[in-house]
């Protein structure tokens, strides 16, 4: 069984940084790709950031130059670094964990964005 553990959310003004993490533990196969998906109150879930076992990285367009998706591979633990944080940008980040052995989310970690 994989577990996903989130940190890292809070409470920021607008233009400020947050660093997410994502720890993985249980059976996890090497090829993978982990990523960050977000819902906003009343939106649906939206993919923020995906990276592959290899590192190669893909960005929603809403969030391109201001976030870095990254991951430690020996550590099974992924990264979001958000900068220049906007109002629009709140919402519970999720992790996300594909594998040939399934799928699996986080609980979940709160970001505010005040304005």
């Known amino acids: 069984q994989v577990q996903l553990v989130e940190s890292g959310g809070g409470l920021v003004q607008a233009g400020g940084s947050l660093r997410l993490s994502c720890a993985a533990s249980?059976?996890?196969?090497?090829?993978?790709?982990m990523g960050w998906y977000r819902q906003a109150p009343g939106k649906q879930r939206e993919l923020v950031a995906a990276?592959?076992?290899?590192?190669?990285?893909n960005y929603a367009d809403s969030v391109k130059g201001r976030f870095t998706i990254s991951r430690d591979n020996a550590k099974n633990t992924m990264y979001l670094q958000m900068n220049s944080l906007k109002p629009e940008d709140t919402g519970v980040y999720y992790c996300?964990?594909?594998?040939?052995?399934?799928?699996?989310w986080g609980q979940g970690t709160q970001v505010t964005v005040s304005s």
């Open positions: 249980g059976v996890i196969f090497s090829i993978n790709v």
């Open positions: 990276i592959t076992w290899l590192g190669t990285t």
């Open positions: 996300t964990l594909s594998t040939r052995g399934g799928d699996y």
